[in-house]
């Protein structure tokens, strides 16, 4: 099993749809999750982080799920600005080692 | 403003030959990182130094050997390049360790191996 994988997509949704991504991860002591947005050919930037009791921002809502060991990524009233690839972020270890999921690529269409 | 700034942008090179990337970040982070993003998009961490110190290194051939002059500088030095060497460097930091912090990604270096 991979330490952290994701649905490589792509996820085509029309403009306004919700849309939701899962990221699961294999090491149960992981200690911090995080969302980050790339856009092509660009540099990865933070979308949110994932708290346990989980959060929302705007239309941004993320989860973490420990006992299934997977966080969820929720995007409501898609916009075509939200096209891009998603990438969960799972840090652990106790030198907190930086695992990138695959991604997960979204395209909104008009 | 740039925040996390690497050069070159662009690499174009022969198999065999040794290239250097740098790396410069201006937001007082102590914690720096090299990442490669291969073909198929995926980004895997290479190193991580804290405070000029090496704390992370993902087996990495030891042709690829980074160096932190100071705080602000972690550069990437490619020795014998090989074909499997071409993806898109990216250079991070973050205010401390990696586990509460945001990281802060330069636009990458695209490196091609001929």
């Known amino acids: 099993r991979k330490e952290v994988e994701q649905d490589p997509g792509p996820f085509n949704v029309p403009e306004g749809a919700t849309v939701a991504f899962n990221c699961t991860y294999s090491n149960s002591a992981s200690q911090s999750f995080f969302w980050y947005r790339q856009d092509c050919r660009k540099e990865p930037k933070l979308l949110m982080s994932v708290y346990s009791s989980g959060n929302e921002d705007g239309r941004f809502t993320a989860q973490l799920n420990r006992a299934s060991q997977y966080i969820s990524l929720l995007i409501r009233d898609s916009k075509l600005s939200d096209s891009a690839t998603y990438l969960c972020v799972v840090v652990s270890g106790g030198y907190q080692k930086v695992t990138f999921g695959t991604g997960t690529k979204l395209q909104v269409i008009p | 403003d740039t925040a996390v700034s690497q050069t070159p942008k662009y690499l174009v090179t022969q198999m065999g030959n040794d290239k250097s990337i740098k790396c410069e970040q201006n937001?007082?982070?102590?914690?720096m990182y090299w990442y490669k993003q291969d073909s198929k998009k995926f980004l895997k961490i290479m190193f991580s130094y804290n405070n000029k110190e090496l704390i992370i290194n993902e087996t990495v051939p030891n042709r690829f050997s980074p160096k932190s002059p100071d705080k602000a500088h972690l550069n990437l030095h490619i020795n014998s390049l090989e074909l499997g060497d071409s993806a898109v460097y990216f250079c991070a930091s973050s205010a401390a360790r990696a586990a509460y912090n945001e990281q802060f990604f330069g636009p990458g270096t695209r490196l091609t191996v001929l």
């Open positions: 937001l007082g982070h102590d914690t």
